[in-house]
């Protein structure tokens, strides 16, 4: 029987912000744990919703209409084909993130960042 995913644990291993890190996978999603410190760019998923849950720290996601403000705890899913840009307030956030197998975290294979598996 495998052991559970200690997130804390998985978060620890890794330094750099925006390099998603794969923890798990089901049904076809990968379940990674990412930090942000700062703004990634504007960019969209055309296919797919892209799932933000925050761990630790606050974030914003800045979508067309507006701003919607994260804090540890909080869950929000952006629907697919909405630009939308992340951002962490007040510092680094952790944050988990679940998407389809193979999605670029930029929305375009050329400029994503990899995934690796810890």
């Known amino acids: ?26 049904n076809g ?19 797919t919703d892209d799932f933000f849950l925050v761990i630790k720290g606050e974030i914003e996601i800045d979508l067309p209409d507006g701003p919607v403000a994260m804090k540890a705890g909080d869950l929000f899913v952006v629907p697919a084909g909405i630009e939308h840009r992340p951002r962490s ?11 389809p197998t193979g999605t670029p975290n930029t929305g375009d294979p050329t400029t994503a960042a990899p995934k690796p598996s810890i």
Not at 1 to 26: C, G, N
Not at 33 to 40: I, M, S
């Open 1 to 26: 029987m495998p052991d559970p995913v200690t997130l804390t644990r998985k978060l620890a291993q890794f330094d750099e912000h925006w390099s998603p890190r794969i923890v798990a996978t089901y």
């Open 29 to 47: 999603n990968d379940v990674m744990v990412a930090k942000f410190e700062g703004e990634f760019h504007w960019h969209s998923h055309p296919d």
């Open 89 to 99: 307030v007040g510092g680094e956030a952790h944050i988990l993130l679940i998407e």
